[in-house]
């Protein structure tokens, strides 16, 4: 499998997985062509599966991030 990376969109900011060679990529939120090179990289792996893994761990983690209360 090829090695993959965890990336944010430059658009919604939205998490996505991509090709480490890919240079572009379709953001499944927004729709933007997303910049490989521009995007902001949050993790590489080295496969697709280990890749998700990782994804699947961000995402739970800003959800924590959301729920708890903001500071008044
Ligand atoms: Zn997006």
Do not use: F, H
Request: proline share 6%.
């Amino acid at each position: 499998m090829a090695p993959t990376v965890v990336l944010e969109c430059t658009q919604c900011g939205g998490l996505l997985l991509a090709a480490k060679t890919q240079k572009t990529r379709c953001c499944p939120y927004c729709n933007a062509k997303v910049d490989l090179k521009k995007a902001k990289r949050l993790a590489s792996a080295e496969s697709a599966m280990e890749a998700s893994e990782i994804l699947r761990k961000l995402k739970a983690q800003r959800q924590n991030n959301s729920r708890k209360p903001k500071p008044t």
